[in-house]
């Protein structure tokens, strides 16, 4: 983290969720900071060529414009490294990570509809032909992925919305142009109304809505934690009796460190854990002791627990809901 400017590191941390919805929103960020708007432009075109910037744009509350879910695969060793880039190259894999478990191969699925993804997962047990976990969402306590890198423990914990929206076609134009992040350039926001052939203030004001509703969990500047020396990813999971699961998780969602909190479908009986919490740190032991400090001030320390550290990255972008295919079916 040290070969970043301070300029750059307000610009990394002070803006991952309070982006300005407005006409020229790097002027106001530059306003902000005292600097021109040039130099905003220039400082987040350098962070996004050196990784550290994944976009610029919105992340949405998970299954709200589409469905997910997280699952896995039991590898072999030799296969690994071929399966986890095959899986990669799949539109709608977003998050793709080995893992230190018998289950090693962890990765996220997206797509616009059940059918889809039912469809993509069906494809992807029929390639690899390895036992494979699919765990669906059914309870969120805390989902950001926001990054505090100021060492001050500040923490967003709105939980977002989990209203299914049904997008019109004016809409899926708005997401399937924003998925990518919104251009750096002084007026990003003509430039995404000019390529989906609406007004500006239309799109301004969709986006407004969808963050004011939840849609929209958050709008900024997305970080790959990886970059800015969070290289520990640590998936721990717990088998927490479904009825204490909530009251836990309210608890757990407001410990320090953790960036994502909820409860998903457990595969009995390979898979017997519901509750995960994901800690990102800058050192293995670090992580292990944030950890040990969530079981215990938050209950979990009396049930069977595992902890998922990260191996290789094969892949980590932004989810894709809209694709060419399904763009325009509603």
Not at 99 to 119: C, I, K, M, Q, S
Request: net charge neutral; with cysteine; hydrophobic share 40%.
């Amino acid at each position: 983290m040290n070969s970043y400017s301070d300029i750059e590191m307000r610009l990394l941390n002070d803006f991952q969720h309070r982006f300005p919805l407005v006409h020229r929103p790097f002027r106001k960020i530059g306003e902000h900071l005292r600097i021109g708007e040039d130099e905003v432009i220039h400082h987040l075109a350098r962070l996004s060529a050196a990784g550290a910037v994944s976009r610029v744009g919105p992340v949405f509350s998970p299954g709200c414009i589409g469905v997910s879910t997280l699952a896995a695969l039991a590898v072999p060793e030799a296969r690994l490294e071929t399966l986890g880039q095959w899986i990669s190259q799949l539109p709608e894999i977003n998050h793709n990570y080995q893992r230190e478990h018998g289950y090693n191969l962890w990765f996220v699925a997206t797509a616009p509809d059940a059918g889809r993804l039912d469809a993509v997962l069906a494809g992807i047990a029929d390639h690899a032909a390895c036992p494979m976990l699919t765990l669906p969402l059914l309870e969120r306590f805390h989902i950001d992925l926001g990054f505090d890198l100021t060492g001050e423990g500040r923490r967003h914990c709105s939980q977002g919305s989990s209203t299914r929206v049904q997008l019109t076609g004016a809409q899926q134009a708005i997401v399937a142009a924003l998925q990518a992040g919104i251009p750096l350039q002084p007026e990003p926001f003509a430039d995404v109304g000019a390529r989906v052939r609406m007004k500006e203030d239309f799109v301004l004001e969709q986006l407004a809505r969808w963050r004011e509703q939840g849609v929209i969990k958050r709008f900024g500047v997305v970080v790959r934690h990886h970059e800015l020396g969070y290289r520990e990813n640590a998936m721990a999971v717990w088998d927490v009796p479904d009825d204490v699961a909530n009251a836990i998780g309210k608890i757990a969602a407001q410990q320090s460190g953790v960036t994502l909190c909820y409860r998903r479908a457990r595969q009995l009986p390979d898979w017997p854990y519901n509750f995960y919490c994901m800690v990102h740190g800058t050192r293995r032991d670090i992580v292990e002791a944030q950890v040990a400090a969530l079981a215990r001030n938050s209950g979990l320390a009396d049930f069977p627990s595992q902890i998922l550290f990260n191996g290789r990255r094969f892949k980590q972008y932004g989810a894709r809901y809209i694709t060419r295919e399904n763009h325009g079916r509603h």
